[in-house]
Structures are given as C-alpha cells and as structure tokens.
C-alpha cells in the first residue's frame, strides 16, 4: 500500500511556481529565480533555517508583498494555461506563526473572521447566521474546542489558541493552505498533537509547510523541500543572480503522514540535519 | 471584599483629608487676610449657602463640557481614520493640523465667542477645540501601529481596505485611543471655563468671574471645588466605562 502511494506521485496534479523578490531597488534578493512545485493535496515542507527567505517566499505566494520593489511570481498549473497569481491567492488560507487570534472577540467570532472581515458594515455578524454558525461549531468540534465556542479567547493556553487558529483556517474551505511554522510555539507534547490533528484535518488539501524544524518536515510533509541560503547579488557578474541554487527534494520516509516517531525517522532526521548543516 | 483599609475611596478620603489639615494650617498659622486665601470651613459654608445658586450654573458648565467631549472626540477620530485612510490626506492635512496647534487656545478665545456667540456654541467649540488634538494623536498612533501580522492574515481573507480599518484597525487602536479619551476627560473642562471668562451669562467659570470682580474670594473658591469634583467625576466615569469596554486591555502595573 505505502509503495503504490510512493508509486502514485508521477501522476500527481502540481502548481509550478517560479518567484523573485528583492525589496529596493539596491538591495540584495531575497531569491531570485526560485522555483518549487507543489503536488495537489499533498503536504510540501519547505525546511530551511530562520532568516534564509523561507516565510518571505510564503508571504508572496499569499500575495502580502505589496510595498516590495520587485516581486515576481509566476504559477503554471500542468493542465492549465499560466494561472494568474491573483486567482490563486484566491484559493489560498493562510496560517501565520502566530495565532493572531483578536482579543475582543469570542472563540466562534474567531474562527468565523473571514466571513466577518468581508460583510458589509453595519450588517450582521457572522454568527448571526445560522448557516455558518452551524459549520463553525461543527468545525471547533472536530479540533475539540466546541465546549469553549462562546469563551472570550484571553482564557484560552497556547495549544488552544492554535487550535481555534487551525479551525479559523478550516472554516475559509479553499483548497491551498499556506502555514508559516504555525506550531513553533507550542510545547514539544501540544506540537505532537497538533501536527496529527492538521495532517487528518487537512488531509484533501494542498499544503504549504514552512518549518525550520527537520522532525516536523518528517512528520507533515509528502515532500519536503530544502530552501536554499540567499546569495548575495553581485552586480559585476550578472550571473550571480541565477546561481542560486535550487531547492533541493529530500529522501523522504517510507510512510506517510502523519508519521510516528520512531527508528525509520531518526535516520532520515539524522540525514536531513548533517545536509542542512552542510549548507552553512 | 477587600479591606476599608484598601480600596481606593479610603485613599481619596485620606487625601482629601491630608490636604484640608494642609490648607487649615496654613490659613491658620500665617493668618493670611481671609479675602487672600479663605478658610476651608468658610468655603464649605459658602458652598453649602450658595447650592441652590450654583446647581444652575453647574449644569450649564456641564453641559458644555459634555457636548465639547462629543464633538471633539468624535472628530478627532474622524480625522485620525480620514489620515490613515487616505494618504494624500494624510499627507496635506498632518503638517495643517500640526500648525494650528502652535496657535494658543486661550488666543482665539475671543474671537470663538465673536464668532458663536456669548451662548453655548462657544464654550462647547473651545472644550472641543482643546481635546481635539490629543484625541486625533492618539488615534492616529493607534490605527498606524496595529501589527502588520493582523493586517496581512486580514488581506489573506481578502479583506477590503474600508472593512480592515473598522474591523481590525479600529477595535485594536482603542486601548491607546483610550489614553486620549481620559486625558480629554481633564482637559475638556479648561476649555469650557476659558470660553465663560471671555464672555458667557451663566456657568462655573462666569461666576468665578463675577465672584472674582466683588473680591469674594471664598465664592471662588467653592465654585472651583465644584468645578474640581465635576472634572474628577467625569473622569472616574470615563475611565470606568473605558476599563469595561477594553476588557482585553493588559494592566501590567506591578
């Protein structure tokens, strides 16, 4: 079963993204010429260390990288035309480090922001419909916080508030979820739980994971891509700009995901770290 | 239920107390002339004659105050999300607003109440003009430093810029607008009396005038004691309402 999935991959749908982004005009890029692709409902980790562009590559795939100088993307489905950016972000939940969970507002009106953050002012919230307050609680059940629906969300601990975060990202029901290491600041049992409840949560999806952290690459990811450390841009040699060298696609795991713990992962950990220590 | 000993009354009280021993004293000790500086004990028995006299003119005063908070607040606020809004405004209109502010209230007093009339319309413009500038400061800082991170998981929603500013802007400015509130809530009333001294027919601040021009110095004095307890209420009010309001506001005091 596991080898016919391995199998499978050839024939899997995938998004081509090519990306540049510098944010002056004299500045170094933060990546240039970049390209990764994302295999349709699969989790793609994207590992790299902190400050290597990882999250900045993330947040111009969501489309918030309005006041950079120059930031291209460009996204090639394989049975489509070029797809324009715009109608991908459309398609795009987006899950930052942090919870970013409002203070003023409850569990429920939380997780229904989107729907908020869209309706015309001066009309009912969210909630008020009955629709979507069903869907809502439906959804805070299956990320076991339906008993904390109408709780403001100061009394909530960190794992909890990860939670109405993932059912905030649940909720938007778009195809493509992008998360910026949404579990980094939990405890290492939380992080465990959280990492299985998204894998089954979002198991249809198409999954952007960027992590720093090699186990949770291992644990997530169908793939998992090894970000590149930017290089300086050197205006003499032209050149310089294009020799970035391209993500690299790991070995992975026989097993899928979400994966246990154990002997087969610790080897793989133990090659993903000596590599990423090689890039230094 | 907390101690007598530690709520906040007790400590008003003692202070109160604490400064009317002060000022007995002193009255006492250096017996300056009564019509320099009145005895508490007299002042407290011209406030009790005068309660009926004063009432009128405290409402007066009160209601100024209170329709100069709207209308300043209100405004201020206006121009603050005008400014965060729309760029060109803010832009244009920031350097204008700075400007103005070197210009002194107390200035054109005189010509606001050319300008409104010895009525209300004056003295409730002059408590307006006054607090309009710390509100519209404040809430301009608040709107302009709510976390970029709120803002971009609002845009990932496809939020429209009108519906980020009331829905996340606005309701995560308030803890800092609130500063300018209560600081408005003090300042409000020097702008209302500055307005009665220049020309009014009623009000604290024209009967301290009028108290003032017939040297009864301890009718003065129990016309700013009211004026004192009013400012002071309105205070306490304000930041009562405020504290339950922003009820995810952290107190970090020790």
New interface residues.
């Given amino acids: 079963m596991m080898l016919s999935n391995l199998k499978r991959d050839s024939r899997v749908e995938k998004y081509d993204i090519t990306a540049s982004l510098q944010y002056a005009e004299k500045a170094d890029f933060v990546y240039h010429g970049i390209s990764l692709s994302l295999s349709l409902g699969r989790v793609t980790c994207l590992l790299g260390q902190s400050g290597c562009g990882k999250s900045s590559l993330l947040?111009q795939l969501?489309?918030?990288h309005r006041d950079a100088f120059l930031a291209e993307l460009s996204i090639q489905h394989e049975n489509a035309d070029t797809q324009r950016a715009e109608d991908f972000?459309?398609d795009?939940?987006?899950m930052?480090?942090?919870d970013?969970l409002?203070?003023?507002l409850s569990v429920i009106d939380n997780v229904l922001?989107?729907y908020?953050?869209?309706?015309p002012?001066f009309s009912k919230k969210a909630n008020c419909n009955e629709l979507l307050k069903e869907q809502a609680l439906s959804i805070l059940d299956k990320v076991g916080m339906l008993d904390q629906a109408y709780v403001?969300v100061?009394t909530l601990s960190g794992g909890m508030r990860q939670r109405v975060a993932l059912a905030r990202t649940l909720i938007?029901d778009k195809p493509i979820i992008l998360m910026d290491e949404p579990f980094s600041s939990v405890d290492a049992i939380t992080r465990h739980k959280l990492q299985q409840l998204s894998s089954v949560l979002f198991s249809n999806k198409t999954v952007l994971l960027v992590t720093h952290d090699p186990l949770e690459a291992l644990i997530m990811g169908h793939e998992i891509l090894l970000f590149p450390i930017k290089l300086a841009f050197d205006p003499k040699s032209p050149q310089s700009q294009l020799s970035v060298e391209p993500l690299v696609s790991l070995p992975k795991p026989r097993s899928l995901p979400p994966r246990v713990i154990g002997d087969e992962l610790s080897d793989y950990h133990g090659q993903l770290m000596r590599i990423m220590q090689a890039q230094l | 239920m907390k101690p007598f000993m530690d709520t906040s009354l007790y400590r008003v009280m003692m202070t109160i107390l604490f400064l009317l021993l002060a000022w007995w004293l002193l009255v006492y000790i250096t017996e300056v002339p009564r019509f320099i500086l009145p005895s508490p004990e007299a002042v407290f028995v011209r406030f009790w004659q005068l309660r009926e006299v004063l009432y009128p003119h405290l409402l007066v005063t009160l209601t100024e105050i209170v329709f100069g908070l709207l209308i300043g607040v209100f405004s201020g606020l206006l121009f603050a999300m005008l400014m965060v809004y729309f760029k060109p405004v803010r832009l244009w209109l920031l350097p204008v607003l700075l400007f103005s502010q070197a210009i002194p209230v107390f200035a054109i007093a005189p010509i606001l109440v050319l300008w409104f009339g010895y009525g209300l319309a004056s003295k409730v413009v002059m408590a307006a003009v006054i607090i309009f500038f710390p509100i519209l400061m404040t809430s301009f800082d608040g709107l302009r430093q709510s976390s970029k991170?709120?803002l971009?998981?609002?845009?990932?929603?496809?939020?429209?810029q009108?519906?980020?500013l009331?829905?996340?802007q606005l309701?995560?400015a308030?803890p800092i607008m609130a500063s300018g509130i209560r600081m408005a809530m003090v300042v409000a009333p020097i702008g209302a009396i500055i307005g009665e001294w220049v020309g009014s027919s009623q009000g604290l601040g024209y009967f301290m005038m009028y108290a003032n021009a017939r040297m009864q110095v301890a009718d003065m004095f129990a016309a700013l004691t009211l004026l004192c307890i009013l400012s002071t209420s309105l205070y306490f009010v304000a930041d009562q309402c405020l504290k339950r309001a922003?009820?995810?506001q952290q107190d970090n005091t020790p």
């Avoid at chain 1, 908020?116 to 309706?119: A, I, L, P």
């Fill in positions: 947040k969501v489309g918030l972000q459309q795009i939940a987006y930052a480090q942090q970013l409002l203070p003023w922001l989107a908020d953050v869209n309706r002012l403001s100061l938007q | 991170a709120y971009d998981l609002a845009h990932s929603m496809q939020a429209s009108l519906n980020i009331f829905r996340i309701p995560a308030l922003i009820f995810w």
